[in-house]
Structure formats: C-alpha cells, structure tokens
C-alpha cells in the first residue's frame, strides 16, 4: 500500500509503540514508529496523507520543542500529543501551535482514532489544495505576458474596453486574449478565473 496514509508514531516506550501499532493495524492504518524527535527528523517522509502521534517527554527535543522545529522546518505534518504527563498549560501550549488533540494516558481507543480521522482527513485535505495551487501556478505560468496583464485587469473587474483602453489596443484583440488565457487556465466562467487568480497571485501580493 505505497499510497495508503501512514500514522507516525514518536514515543521512548517500546511498549506504548507496540500497543498503538497493533491499535493502528486493527482499523486498517499503516504506522511507523520512533524511539526519539531525532530518530523521525532522519526519516525521509513518504508523500502520503500522515499525522504524528508525540509524546510530551522524550530524549533529547521534548515533544513540544519538537513541534516548534517541525514548524520551522515547515514540515506541515497534524500532531495529537498523547502524555502520561501533561499538564493544562503544556495542553495550551500545544494547541495554540496547532495540534489536533492533547490527549493524557491512558486514554479511549476510541478518541485516540477519532483524533487520528480528523488529522488524517485535515492532511490529506491541505496536500489536496496545495497540489491544486501549484496546477494553476503551472497554467498561469503557461499565459504570455500580455494575457497576464489582461487576466489581472479582469480580475480587477474592469471591462474588455477599459482593458483596451490601457493598454492601447483594440477591444477585439483583448477579448480573444482574454479567451485564450481562460482557455489555458480551464476557467469555466469568470468566478472560476478570479478563483485560480486569487490562490496564484493572492491580492496583497498584486498590491506590493
């Protein structure tokens, strides 16, 4: 299953490695497991839906200053802390980075998976939208320059005379620039191009 999603499992116990792979193989899921933040930051990540279930103590980074390097190594991968240890602010602390869950051990299989759904479901929805943005960067790239001119004028919402006007040519020839710019950006209606426009080239980029 070299596209089946893979739960990253980082925890010191052999044991509790142990236990959440065999949870994990019981429904179906695919994990890895860890002994350290080091032994995983060596690994070559698979370009699959994952998530990283962390313990709070481990040698070396601690689980949350391992979720600070993930970040600023901008490695977008859920995280749900599962501790023996926790305490409210480290909950607080781990949350307002962006994990899914902090969970304490021991805890219900069941919250345990139901967290592990959503971090899968959210991760593969972010590779979703990330492979789209570069599909359209990939069509928009593939425009003239004079049709990105036209293309962001429309964007702006001005119309195929006032577009001419600007750039000193006549209606006719902005209208089959602007066809064709649609056509390579497979924009089914304008909505559509402002869309791809938008996550090309969001406004405070056009604007700076």
Not at 111 to 130: F, G, K
Not at 151 to 180: D, F, H, P, Y
Request: charged letters at 30%.
């Amino acid at each position: 299953m070299p596209h089946a999603p893979v739960v990253f499992v980082v925890d010191d116990d052999p044991s509790v490695r142990s236990s959440l792979s065999f949870l994990l193989s019981t429904v179906g899921l695919r994990s890895e497991p860890f002994d350290s933040a080091d032994s995983f930051l060596h690994r070559t990540l698979p370009d699959v839906p994952s998530c990283l279930v962390l313990d709070v103590r481990l040698p070396g980074l601690s689980g949350l200053d391992f979720q600070r390097e993930l970040a600023a190594r901008h490695i977008h991968i859920p995280i749900i802390f599962l501790t023996g240890h926790g305490d409210i602010p480290m909950s607080v602390r781990a949350m307002k980075a962006g994990a899914i869950e902090f969970l304490t051990k021991p805890c219900r299989d069941q919250d345990l998976l139901d967290a592990i759904r959503v971090a899968l479901d959210r991760d593969r929805a972010r590779r979703e939208q990330e492979k789209e943005e570069v599909d359209f960067k990939q069509r928009f790239d593939s425009l003239t320059s004079r049709e990105r001119e036209v293309v962001s004028m429309v964007v702006a919402g001005m119309l195929n005379k006032q577009i001419a006007a600007e750039l000193g040519t006549a209606e006719s020839t902005v209208k089959v620039q602007r066809s064709r710019a649609m056509e390579k950006m497979h924009a089914a209606s304008l909505a559509d191009l402002i869309k791809m426009i938008e996550k090309v080239n969001p406004p405070s980029q056009r604007s700076a």
